[in-house]
């Protein structure tokens, strides 16, 4: 079985940075996609950041510029870091990795299970 754990969450003030870091465990073989996303009350889930096997970074608009995303493939982790956060950042983030396992060569996609970042005075 894969399990996404996720852990950095927490309440910070306008202006302060967090890092939030998920880590896969299981049988797998390979991930190619490791991503990012928040859910804030009232609101559709939404990308925040994902890269790539190949090193490609993407990131959505509203972060660009404050947030890193960076992934350590041996230890199959991949971390966000955010600077400069502001009250529109306050969400659920979720983790989501695109892998395929020893027992099949097709990929699916897997979720942590989410933790809390809230930004406020």
């Known amino acids: 079985q894969v399990q996404l754990v996720e852990s950095g969450g927490g309440l910070v003030q306008p202006g302060g940075s967090l890092r939030l870091s998920c880590a896969a465990s299981?049988?797998?073989?390979?991930?190619?996609?490791m991503g990012w996303y928040r859910q804030a009350p009232g609101k559709q889930r939404e990308l925040v950041a994902a890269?790539?096997?190949?090193?490609?970074?993407n990131y959505a608009d509203s972060v660009k510029g404050r947030f890193t995303i960076s992934r350590d493939n041996p230890k199959n982790t991949v971390y966000l870091q955010m600077n400069s956060l502001e009250p529109e950042d306050t969400a659920v983030y979720y983790c989501?990795?695109?892998?395929?396992?020893?027992?099949?060569?097709?990929?699916?996609?897997?979720w942590g299970q989410g933790t809390q970042v809230t930004v406020s005075s």
């Open positions: 299981g049988s797998i073989f390979s991930i190619s996609v």
């Open positions: 989501n990795m695109k892998l395929s396992t020893r027992r099949s060569e097709y990929e699916y996609s897997y």
């Open positions: 890269v790539t096997r190949g090193g490609n970074r």
